[in-house]
């Protein structure tokens, strides 16, 4: 909860159950959504008094998918997005249509998780569930249904579904055919800062909320973050470094990358008056995950301050890791290189390296791989001036320096770690007449005295970003031969 000065007047945090059914699936309750909400809203609001409450907006996680019958209920537990059991609808639906006209279209390649594969994958697997759908809805709106009674969404989560134009900003009917549905099962489109409704009586008591409070459409979770990072501007990179890390770069037009290699989606902000109403986003998926994994499999380190052990091991270590250099590509990688098959690696190893330099290396190479994101969001599209970073990572000053060092580029580390949150009430803001959502956001958003490059280790940082480049363009095609032999061990070993 925020003030109109967009200080926060309360918190609250509930955490849902992902549930893994068989191998690669990934699904949640719809059901436990609510519980978390009304869990979450009811500790934030302890010291509020509810009644001066304005408005209330959305945000939510992208792509999953909730099946609802002919009465708006859950029919069943909502994939989410890591979910990998569609990797051959993903595969039949870029055949089927088209790899140029689905990029042209949607923003990006299709993928495992995304709305429109797993809604093949239930039609094709599920014929029994297929048969009784009446709607479908993401994440976050169908928590908004349960707020209002009214099923609706907007263009960033719409956007997240690949069946979306994100030019037109409408649903594509090749696209909803290709799974089976048409127009009128999927929710209506409105703005980000529309109206939805206003909050029903059984919601409000559920959640100690005054009845008829009005709702504000939101957002998805990335667009929202953007905003409530201050990052409205194609100058801006927004640079987030959790278990994942994605880097995000506003745009005022629909910039796609015929390469495959990122997705533009829809902002929260409508096309005009010159407003980045799109943004391009490149997503790593082994950022913090690689220090996990040396937490937990390297050095097996108690949890109590082990990060901050390692980053000071790793403080004590000059620029460059003494010539250690890691891919961050522990489970694979998507942007650039949206390679299943990637693995990590740690090039260069002697018998001077120890756990300092295992650490920065790690450090160093979830940064190049950053940066390898930011060249790629930056053909054909804008060239940022300066990052913002958010996330678990920003919180490490020697990470910030580093990000700095290898980008060239200054960085502001978010003083907040719930900017989708102060995104979404910016757009409640907004839907209520309060204020400009794009105007504001800069001035909510709080950051720490920006960390400026040092050149002379930026000079070191690009000449072994070029090595970085090479080893993965090198041992590519070594990768797919390290997945047989390691499935024909397994199968030996059983």
């Known amino acids: 909860m925020f003030t109109r000065a967009g200080a926060i007047a309360g918190r609250g ?22 519980r978390a909400v009304r869990s979450a809203v009811n500790e934030a609001t302890t010291s509020v008094d509810v009644h001066h ?14 099946l609802l019958d002919d009465r708006l209920r859950a029919m069943a537990r909502a994939i989410v997005w890591p979910d990998q059991r569609s990797a051959h609808d993903v595969a039949a639906l870029m055949a089927e249509l088209g790899e140029r006209r689905i990029l042209n279209v949607c923003g990006g390649p299709l993928a495992t998780g995304f709305m429109a594969p797993s809604l093949r994958w239930v039609r094709e697997q599920r014929p029994d569930l297929w048969s009784r759908v009446r709607y479908v809805a993401s994440p976050k709106d169908y928590v908004r249904l349960r707020l209002t009674g009214h099923l609706a969404t907007e263009p960033s989560d719409a956007a997240a579904t690949g069946l979306f134009d994100i030019r037109g900003r409408a649903w594509d009917t090749a696209m909803l055919a290709a799974v089976g549905l048409d127009h009128d099962h999927v929710p209506p489109v409105q703005a ?30 990335t667009a929202c973050g953007l905003l409530g990072a201050g990052v409205v501007l194609p100058n801006t990179a927004l640079v987030t470094l959790s278990t994942g890390a994605q880097v995000a770069l506003p745009s005022e037009h629909p910039v796609v990358d015929l390469g495959a290699r990122s997705h533009t989606f829809c902002s929260a902000l409508e096309p005009s008056g010159g407003a980045s109403a799109w943004y391009r986003m490149g997503a790593l998926l082994s950022a913090g995950l690689s220090l996990r994994w040396l937490r937990d499999s390297v050095f097996r380190l108690p949890h109590a301050r082990a990060y901050e052990r390692m980053v000071g091991w790793a403080a004590e270590v000059p620029t460059g890791a003494r010539g250690l250099l890691f891919l961050p590509y522990l489970v694979g990688e998507r942007t650039p290189h949206m390679d299943p098959d990637a693995r990590g690696v740690l090039f260069g190893l002697t018998v001077r390296h120890q756990r300092g330099e295992i650490v920065r290396a790690v450090l160093e190479g979830v940064s190049f791989a950053c940066l390898d994101a930011i060249r790629t969001l930056e053909v054909g599209g804008g060239q940022p001036d300066r990052v913002v970073l958010a996330g678990g990572g920003a919180q490490s000053p020697l990470w910030r320096g580093i990000i700095a ?12 770690r719930e900017q989708a ?40 940082y690009q000449d072994l970003d070029a090595t970085y480049r090479n080893l993965y363009r090198k041992l590519k095609q070594e990768f797919p031969r390290l997945r047989d032999a390691e499935r024909s061990a397994e199968e030996l070993g059983s």
């Open 13 to 34: 945090a509930s955490d849902v159950r992902l549930v893994v059914p068989a191998p690669g699936h990934a699904e949640q309750e719809p059901a436990a959504w609510w």
């Open 53 to 66: 409450i304005s408005a209330a907006a959305l945000s939510g996680q992208m792509h999953g998918v909730v």
């Open 192 to 221: 980000c800062v529309a109206p939805a409704g206003t909050l029903l009586s059984k919601s409000a008591a559920d959640l100690g909320l005054p009845a008829g409070l009005p709702i504000i459409t939101g957002a998805a979770d």
């Open 405 to 416: 060092d290898v980008l060239g580029l200054p960085v502001h580390p978010l003083a907040t």
């Open 421 to 460: 949150a102060v995104g979404a009430a910016l757009l409640a803001g907004g839907g209520i007449g309060l204020l400009n959502p794009s105007e504001a956001a800069p001035r909510w958003a709080t950051t720490e005295p920006p960390v400026a490059p040092d050149p002379s280790r930026h000079a070191l």
